[in-house]
């Protein structure tokens, strides 16, 4: 949450942190702000709301703040104190000459923050960042140099954060750090930038250095040193980035949501892409470095993730255990970390994540770490904090996912489950699968189809778009897309959405139904056809409004359904990566529908970095 950058060099800066700030938007949305070095005097420019409302201001005081060639922005996600614009980042001291932006929190900045009032500090903010501006500003004091003072400052705090400072007497030097937070620099000509991500920096330079936990990094136009938290050099580490600005745009479409879901074709190819090639020759998954022994005894799997990537997770659970007959246990991460957990050496811990960054799931895979599980990741970020936990790491391939609702992602993770639990029988030699390679292949060109009919989905999105609540129902492998389904409605059009297996359905939440109820059962062909089309009987007999999600061309469906929407045949075992794309449609139109912001969901944020 919160996504930070700064820039030394000899270009206009407030350009460059109004563009990065733009590009980490994603990371949160609740206020903004920068901080920079104008003729000798540090100047902060925030504003509450979206970051329109910073970039509103900057334009009126353009002519003062571009004289600045250093800067430091912030784009924030409340923790500490509301959205206000006293609690917008940066942060300040006393004097005014130390300016501080910073991602996390300081899980000890209540005594700190006594420790420096009963030094004559005076807070201005509720939040847990202003502790850190008044420490380095004493700290500062003491020693004369700003990246001493940062790295004496860190030596007092606990919890997690990426920082960036400058000092108001120093106008060409920035110091960042990080612990449990991200942080990248990147290299330029004459200019250096740093940011808690890659699509701040990646249209300046593509040569970068990721940072550690407990490193200090100083940066000036021409040079950057690394220490580390006890003033040791480190090596630097510098590598070119593979990303290009261009998956930045929408492309032409209204949203990042909407370009993201129809990209999902070439994810599927991308995922499958060197792995899959043909339905005779088993899968190759180097990535996997587990022995192949060790991985035929396993006993046991667990998988922890939050969010969309749990519900890819127990798409995954369900193929672990009808292909490899392994038992595998999926768990919320933030539900895992609090408890005793039974993980050992001859357990294999996955982690899911797009962003790599989630505070929960990196905490639930250290733990097991810890214990001595492998580590298996797959994530969209094969360059953050998470997958540098991993003993095999998969990375995901599906390219930069801006909008907050994830998409494109999901179908990756799900396809990356396909491959692991196919790989994993073919290991065990227990099964043949080359039905399924097949469908796996032809996959992109099915959903290309329900693509093609999105104006139905549409149609139908207008129709329910004033409903309060929603219900999904599923059976078996389904049962994830309904909370999918369900998830993707509830957090970008705000209507209460829930998923249900249908069979539970009965046993209580039966007792909601009425004609305001609107229920989309999850109706794909397989063995738990008849059971989900009795239970939309028993809905249908409450006056529920019936809609369902199916690939069966019974003619017999539209006395019982109000509104259909069809997809392409498919087996039950691949069908959850079909049926997810007309739900991911169905919540994008109504959400564009009622207007809401669909990239940016209120109280949401992309990366959730705080546990
Ligand atoms: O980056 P991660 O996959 O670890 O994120 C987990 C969740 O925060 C994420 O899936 C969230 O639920 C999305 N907004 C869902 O669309």
Redesign the pocket.
């Known amino acids: 949450m919160c996504g930070i950058v700064g820039y030394v060099g000899n270009k206009k800066a407030v350009d460059i942190l109004v563009d990065g700030l733009t590009s980490l938007e994603y990371r949160g949305y609740d206020s903004s702000g920068i901080a920079v070095n104008v003729e000798g005097k540090v100047e902060l420019f925030k504003a509450a709301g979206k970051l329109q409302n910073l970039k509103n201001i900057i334009e009126k005081n353009y002519s003062e703040i571009s004289k600045s060639t250093i800067g430091i922005g912030h784009i924030r996600w409340a923790t500490h104190g509301a959205p206000t614009v006293e609690n917008a980042h940066p942060h300040s001291c006393n004097c005014g000459k130390v300016a501080v932006v910073h991602n996390g929190i300081i899980e000890n900045y209540k005594e700190l923050r006594a420790k420096l009032e009963s030094k004559g500090c005076t807070f201005r903010s509720q939040t847990d960042t202003e502790t850190v501006a008044h420490l380095v500003a004493t700290k500062y004091g003491e020693t004369h140099d700003l990246t001493e003072a940062v790295r004496l400052a860190t030596k007092e705090i606990e919890g997690a954060y990426a920082l960036c400072v400058i000092h108001q007497d120093l106008p060409d030097i920035i110091v960042a750090t990080r612990r449990n937070a991200p942080l990248v620099v990147g290299l330029g000509e004459g200019e250096n930038f740093v940011a808690s991500d890659v699509p701040a920096l990646i249209q300046y330079t593509k040569k970068a250095m990721y940072i550690e936990d407990n490193q200090i990094v100083t940066l000036t136009p021409d040079s950057i040193k690394l220490i580390d938290i006890d003033n040791n050099p480190v090596e630097q580490k510098t590598e070119m980035l593979p990303w290009e600005p261009v998956a930045l745009s929408k492309m032409g479409y209204k949203h990042f949501m909407l370009k993201e879901i129809h990209e999902q074709p070439d994810v599927v190819r991308n995922v499958l892409s060197g792995k899959l090639r043909a339905i005779d020759e088993n899968v190759i998954l180097k990535e996997v470095t587990l022995d192949r022994e060790k991985l035929k005894d396993l006993s046991r799997i667990q998988i922890v993730?939050?969010?969309?990537?749990?519900h890819a997770a127990l798409v995954g659970k369900y193929l672990i255990e009808e292909f490899c007959g392994i038992p595998v246990d999926v768990e919320p991460s933030s539900e895992y970390i609090y408890r005793k957990t039974i993980t050992d050496k001859n357990t294999l811990v996955i982690g899911?994540?797009?962003?790599?960054?989630?505070a929960d799931?990196i905490t639930a895979v250290r733990q097991a770490k810890s214990k001595g599980s492998h580590i298996l990741i797959i994530?969209?970020r094969p360059d953050s904090t998470m997958a540098r936990e991993a003993d095999s790491l998969i990375p995901v391939n599906a390219g930069i996912e801006v909008s907050?609702?994830?998409?494109k992602?999901?179908i990756a993770q799900l396809i990356s489950f396909y491959l692991l639990a196919i790989y994993m029988a073919e290991v065990k030699g227990v099964t043949d699968l080359s039905d399924l390679k097949h469908e796996l292949i032809i996959l992109p060109q099915k959903i290309e189809k329900v693509l093609a009919h999105k104006e139905d989905i549409q149609k139908l999105a207008r129709k329910f778009a004033n409903f309060k609540d929603f219900i999904f129902i599923a059976r078996g492998i389904n049962f994830p897309t309904a909370l999918e389904g369900a998830?993707?409605l509830k957090?970008i059009s705000y209507i209460n959405a829930t998923g249900y297996t249908a069979g539970e359905l009965k046993h209580g939440p039966i007792a909601m139904l009425d004609d305001s109820m609107p229920v989309l059962s999850i109706l794909m062909s397989g063995k738990v056809y008849d059971k989900i089309l009795s239970n939309s009987e028993e809905a249908k007999a409450r006056n529920a409004r019936m809609i369902a999600l199916t690939d069966s061309t019974d003619t017999k469906l539209d006395e019982l359904f109000e509104c259909i929407i069809r997809v392409p045949e498919i087996s039950e075992i691949l069908s959850p990566a079909l049926a997810v794309i007309p739900l991911q449609l169905l919540a994008y139109y109504i959400s564009e529908f009622l207007g809401k912001d669909v990239d940016q969901p209120r109280n949401?944020a992309?990366?959730?970095t705080v546990e």
């Open positions: 993730a939050c969010g969309t990537s749990l899911v994540s797009q962003s790599g960054e989630t799931t994530t969209n907050v609702a994830a998409t992602s999901y998830l993707k957090e949401l992309k990366s959730v």
